[in-house]
């Protein structure tokens, strides 16, 4: 079964940082853009960053610019959330997509549907 992975998540403190991980089983991701998610309890999903399959191209919501970053590495099949300065808003699970055929702006936006998501890993910035 083709799956994403999302790992790396856990309880931080405000101001604090964690390393975010989406592998892929059983299928390369180097075709993909591949997109960060997030849904907070008792709110809708939301697109968080994403990246193109080269790596050239990067989104990201402006809630994080500055404190998120996303990156790739094709070699691992794997792509990376680095989240430092973390706030209490934060505080979702966050999900890993991927999706084939997209502009990295569309697929933050969610206009079209995902090829492959993860099941998530929680988050929760609290002190």
């Known amino acids: 079964q083709l799956q994403l992975v999302e790992s790396g998540g856990g309880l931080v403190q405000p101001g604090g940082s964690l390393r975010l991980s989406c592998t892929a089983s059983?299928?390369?991701?180097?075709?993909?853009?591949i997109g960060w998610f997030r849904q907070a309890p008792g709110k809708e999903r939301e697109g968080v960053t994403c990246i193109s399959s080269s790596g050239r191209t990067t989104n990201y919501a402006d809630s994080v610019k500055g404190r998120f970053t996303i990156s790739r590495d094709n070699a691992k099949n794997t792509v990376y959330l680095q989240m430092n300065s973390l706030k209490p808003e934060d505080t979702a699970v966050y999900y890993c997509?991927?999706?084939?055929?997209?502009?990295?702006?569309?697929?933050?936006?969610?206009?079209?549907?995902?090829?492959?998501w993860g099941k998530g890993t929680l988050v929760t910035v609290s002190s």
């Open positions: 997509a991927a999706r084939e055929i997209t502009t990295v702006q569309a697929m933050c936006a969610m206009r079209y549907d995902m090829d492959y």
């Open positions: 059983r299928f390369t991701l180097d075709y993909y853009s």
